[in-house]
């Protein structure tokens, strides 16, 4: 089912219970009035929304707050031609949002206005930390991580005329969409070239240490049982939150170009020039700036040491501001200034990739393990040898027309001969 969609101008509610519940959300929701509507031209851009069905067992219904299968906003450029290629940015949301919230938080009505010409696309992503949850010890349902990359990305690719090469392709998001962005991200560093983490909560186990209650908030997962962020990961410091955790993982991304940016919780010109508005409005502005100096900056200073020490190609950018739209806007502006789509280096010969994924894809190679990994797992590639560490399972590797199938740890060789 596709359906173009008018641009949305009315205040997107995002109400919760009790104070406490509006000042924590405010880490990770955008809740700001949408920008006003662009002024047509001759081509312009155009705002579709597309269903992108996945299995009930993947991402059960309860997870949508609308019927009908998961869906996305697409945003194809002015004067889009479908014989044409262009780049594609993948845009993943906030918690507490959805689909259809950077329409009606404005930040469509920005890319609109700028001159991207790309195809965008801003998937569903839920409350679901862009993971596939922990079900009794394995992993289960909601699989947001398998969605977004198994499901919504071929169906993409299928749909839309997108360029090749890993240049034109780009992930990002805000808060919750951060983490989504630098974690999918590094699951796919063949795939995307540019990841981009905006005021991201890029350091899972920074939380760890408060009390479930609080992560309940913050995790705003009811269905799994306590609420807290173990519903995801399971034990917060065991292998399977290490394997998500992007701090950990900055290896993955060695060959990847990275923007990111964090407000310091002190408020900003532009948070403080929209307060007097209405309530709503003054409590994520403010909550936002009280809760992004303990939380979200922190969190992004140890993120940039991670990537730096990892020899990773960062832009990082600190400034005034929190955790609200009025400065999510102005860390887009600065994205967007940045440059999405720039040159890259060549494919790597030599890489490192730490997982804990049943299947997936690197750098051309695929790989499928027999059972979920009960580690972390490294594979990591020198020349023509692949090699990969103990997973508690056996593992089957395809690289072109080669098919290996190996236990765990496993030294592979590559090389024409082998593979012939």
Known sequence: MVAVRQRATARRGGALIGCVGLIVASILTLSEPAAAQTSSAPAPAQLVTITIPAPDSEIPSQWLSY????????LLPAGYNPQQRYPLLVLLSGLANNYASYAQDGIVAKIEASDLDAVV?????????YANWLDNGQPGSPAWETYELDVVLPTILDRYP????????????????????????????GFFGTVATL??????QYFAPLTDPAMGF??????????????????PFGFY???????????NLKQTRVFESTGTGVPSGAGLSSLGGNYGQDVAVVGGSALE??????????????LTAAGVDVTYQVHPGGHDLPDFDNEFDALLAWGLFKPLLADPASWVNDTVATSGQIWGIGYRFAQPPSQVVRIQQSGSTLSISAAGSAVTVTTGSCTIATPTPATID?????CA
């Open 67 to 74: 019927p009908g299968p998961p869906r996305a906003n697409v």
């Open 121 to 129: 696309v801003m998937p569903e992503g839920g409350n679901g930390w």
């Open 162 to 189: 997108i360029l090749p090469g890993r240049q034109y392709h780009a992930i990002a998001g805000f808060s919750m969409g951060g983490l989504g962005a630098v974690y999918l991200g590094g699951r796919l560093p």
């Open 199 to 204: 005021s991201g909560f890029v350091d899972t």
């Open 218 to 235: 913050v995790a705003q997962a009811p269905l799994k049982g306590d609420g807290s962020l173990s519903a995801v990961y399971g034990d």
């Open 241 to 251: 939150a290490n394997g998500h955790n992007p701090t950990l993982l900055a290896m």
């Open 293 to 306: 100096a303990p939380i979200i900056y922190p969190m992004n200073e140890i993120y940039h040491a991670a």
């Open 414 to 418: 590559l090389s024409p001969r082998r």
